[in-house]
Nanobody
Framework: QVQLVESGGGLVQAGGSLRLSCTAS????????MGWFRQAPGKEREFVAA????????RYADSVKGRFTISRDKVKKVVYLQTNNLKPEDTAVYYC?????????????????WGQGTQVTVSS
């Protein structure tokens, strides 16, 4: 069992940065692949980024490549999403998720555990 709690969201101007954190509880955190998803008002939840348990593999949505960076600290049991050069279209609730799956990580159905989300609002 893994419990996830996101933090770090807020209101920022376009071009600004935020670092989102996802703190996990559970003894097997290090064995999970971790992902970030987001859901904008009126839209479906979409994949943002994922990181393997070893941190050697990462994957990003095309819309955030070069601007967002996912990382994890196994000792602290935290997954980070550094968001830079934010755009108004990045406005959404950002969710952290965990899975034991190794493939099709862009699909939210592959994830077993979810956090409650943190709001990111980017003003133009």
């Amino acid at each position: 069992q893994v419990q996830l709690v996101e933090s770090g969201g807020g209101l920022v101007q376009a071009g600004g940065s935020l670092r989102l954190s996802c703190t996990a509880s559970g003894r097997t955190f290090s064995s999970y692949v971790m992902g970030w998803f987001r859901q904008a008002p009126g839209k479906e939840r979409e994949f943002v980024a994922a990181i393997s348990w070893s941190s050697l593999r990462t994957r990003y949505a095309d819309s955030v490549k070069g601007r967002f960076t996912i990382s994890r600290d196994k000792v602290k049991k935290v997954v980070y999403l550094q968001t830079n050069n934010l755009k108004p279209e990045d406005t959404a609730v950002y969710y952290c998720a965990a899975t034991t799956e190794q493939t099709e990580l862009i699909r939210e159905a592959r994830y077993d555990y979810w956090g409650q989300g943190t709001q990111v609002t980017v003003s133009s």
